[in-house]
Every structure is written in C-alpha cells, then in structure tokens.
C-alpha cells in the first residue's frame, strides 16, 4: 500500500492515504477518468489486473445515512458488511444471483448502488450469501467491505 500511494502522488493524485492493507485508498483528483488511471498505474508497476471502484465521499456518507436500523447496530453477534458491484449488474440482478438469504441468520438490503448484508457470526457457514458471494461468476461481479473499514474510510 505504500508503493501504491507513492505512485499515485506520482500520477498527480493529492491527499493520498491508505487503510491498512485492505485496498482502500483515499484521494483527490481532478480527471474524471480516475479508475482507468489507477487501473493502469496498478497493472504497469505492479503486473496486476485489479478492477478499481470509485465512489465520491458525499455519495458514500449518503449510502450510510440510508442504512438499514440492522446493519450497525452494535450487535456483536452480527457481522455487518457494504457489497459494491463491480460489474455492469444492477444490484438488484446480484441478489438474484445470490438468492434469499438465509432467514434468521443474515439480513440483505438494496440502497442506491450497494447492498447492505449482515450475517450471524457464529452460524455464518450456514448463510447462503457466505458461501454465494465467494463463488465462480459472482465473485468477480463485487467487492465487500466490512462496516468497521467503511466507517473508518468516512472519518
């Protein structure tokens, strides 16, 4: 994550920070076409094809004002997570792809462009979202961070 942030500040990003080694990074930018640029800079000097999702701090701090009285809600039983779709996919297509989630062990709403999912932390294996959201042709359609990581982003 060092390495990536001194490239971008080399790229002529400012305000450059990183959280932990989890791949979110925070920054300002004046081109609109940002994701393509990191994409790039990420693939050049460091051989990798990761896809980047770009989302503007207003509209992340507007996601959150809208989630569900159940995700965060201190529960410490609960595992609460924010899915971002990578893909062309509407959000709506994605939990179809999933399917129900599991009653009585993990909760799913749509707001906007994400998914707000909690799951049971202890029963989390028998959660048909847990075993779905890491499978072949869905996987590679999201990204999932968890509620402490995105709150911390929002800081």
């Known amino acids: 994550m060092p390495e990536l942030?001194?490239?971008?500040?080399?790229?002529?990003?400012?305000?450059?920070?990183?959280?932990?080694?989890?791949?979110?990074?925070?920054?300002?930018?004046?081109?609109?076409?940002?994701?393509?640029?990191?994409?790039?800079?990420?693939?050049?000097?460091?051989?990798?094809?990761?896809p980047v999702y770009l989302m503007e701090e207003d509209e992340l701090k507007d996601m959150l004002s809208h989630a569900p009285a159940w995700w965060n809600s201190g529960d410490k039983g609960k595992y609460d997570n924010?899915?971002?779709?990578?893909?062309?996919?509407?959000?709506?297509?994605?939990?179809?792809?999933?399917?129900?989630?599991?009653?009585?062990?993990?909760?799913?709403?749509i707001y906007n462009k994400v998914i707000f999912w909690t799951f049971d932390r202890k029963l989390y294996q028998k959660c048909n979202w847990w075993k779905k959201t890491a499978s072949a042709g869905i996987a590679d359609k999201l990204t999932i961070r968890t509620a402490g990581t995105i709150l911390k982003l929002c800081r």
């Open 5 to 50: 942030k001194s490239e971008l500040e080399k790229a002529g990003f400012s305000d450059v920070s990183t959280y932990l080694n989890s791949g979110n990074i925070l920054f300002c930018a004046e081109s609109c076409d940002a994701g393509k640029k990191i994409e790039k800079i990420i693939k050049d000097k460091f051989g990798l094809e990761i």
């Open 82 to 109: 924010l899915i971002f779709i990578l893909s062309e996919d509407s959000p709506q297509v994605i939990c179809g792809l999933l399917g129900a989630p599991s009653e009585g062990l993990e909760d799913a709403e």
